[in-house]
């Protein structure tokens, strides 16, 4: 991945969707010829120069100072995911020459994990890598969301999921929202390790066969996504709505946890409760 590159589109962005009135600066007549913020505005929120903003912004990012960091997090606005991504770019900067790809130990789920999802009866649960991989999943889960557990195969890899398989888009209504947060996701990943050769070679499959990713990864977008509720269009029991929440598993490097629970006496609940009486109890079949 290009440094460089990436701050200059990270911050451009930035600059671009926000207003001279949302960031407190009077908006004189005239035609302007950005959508946001120009340079220089940016720099006076920022405190620094024309000059060194504009030096940062093409991708000198490298040895600026966190107070430099921090004032442009307070002038561009930026929330907790986005923050952290500018920093791991300025620490990508600061490390010179871009470090080679290189691979990382393939994350699994601990036995601890694995025996704790299976105790979850009533509540799908699943585990999945850094990278989208289940790797532990307890039986109702596995009926909630059947596409990714094929018979006799392998997990499917979420990403993969959302944006090679059509079946996605009829099986989250809101499909638009679920890729986004995909990409979002893998862009924070990115900015984290981009010498993470798995990351990268993901990213290259999805943004070749997938021209939705493609666009949305060119838009720079990053946000975590660890709780909200989602639609799912069962192929079983039909539409249902859950809330999901996940959480990292310190003991398990690289891996979350995520469960989902429909609102108690709803119309979802009924539904997951028909799945769970009539699900089959299909064994979950590890990556090889």
């Known amino acids: 991945m290009d440094t460089a590159h990436e701050v200059q589109q990270f911050l451009t962005a930035l600059r671009a969707r926000l207003t001279p009135e949302r960031a407190g600066l009077t908006a004189f007549g005239g035609e302007r010829r950005v959508p946001g913020l120009r340079r220089e505005e940016v720099a006076s929120l920022a405190g620094v120069s024309t000059a060194y903003y504009t030096r940062i912004e093409r991708g000198g990012l490298g040895g600026v100072s966190d107070s430099v960091l921090f004032a442009l997090v307070r002038a561009l606005q930026l929330d907790e995911a986005e923050t952290a991504h500018l920093f791991d770019l300025a620490r990508a900067a600061s490390a010179g020459q871009p470090r080679a790809l290189r691979s990382k130990p393939e994350s699994r789920a601990s ?56 079946r996605s888009q009829n099986f989250y209504p809101d499909w638009e929202t679920s890729a ?53 269009n069962h192929p079983e029991v039909g539409e249902l ?41 299909r064994p979950f079949t590890t990556r090889t």
């Open 241 to 281: 709505t859950v809330a999901y929440e996940t959480m990292m598993l310190p003991g398990t490097p690289g891996v979350g946890m995520t469960t989902y629970l429909p609102a108690p006496g709803s119309a979802s609940a009924d539904a997951l409760t028909m799945l769970q009486n009539s699900a089959l109890i």
């Open 111 to 166: 036995t601890h994990v694995v025996r704790l999802i299976d105790a979850m009866h009533d509540i799908p649960a699943i585990a999945l890598t850094r990278l989208g991989d289940p790797v532990a999943s307890n039986p109702l889960a596995r009926a909630l969301f059947p596409h990714l557990f094929p018979d006799g195969s392998a997990p499917i890899n979420h990403a993969r999921y959302l944006f090679l398989d059509e």
């Open 180 to 232: 986004r947060e995909s990409v979002s996701a893998l862009r924070l990943l990115a900015g984290h390790d981009p010498s993470d050769r798995a990351l990268m070679a993901l990213v290259g499959e999805l943004a070749t066969r997938n021209d939705d990713f493609r666009v949305w990864w060119g838009g720079h977008t990053v946000r975590t996504h660890s709780a909200g509720t989602k639609r799912i």
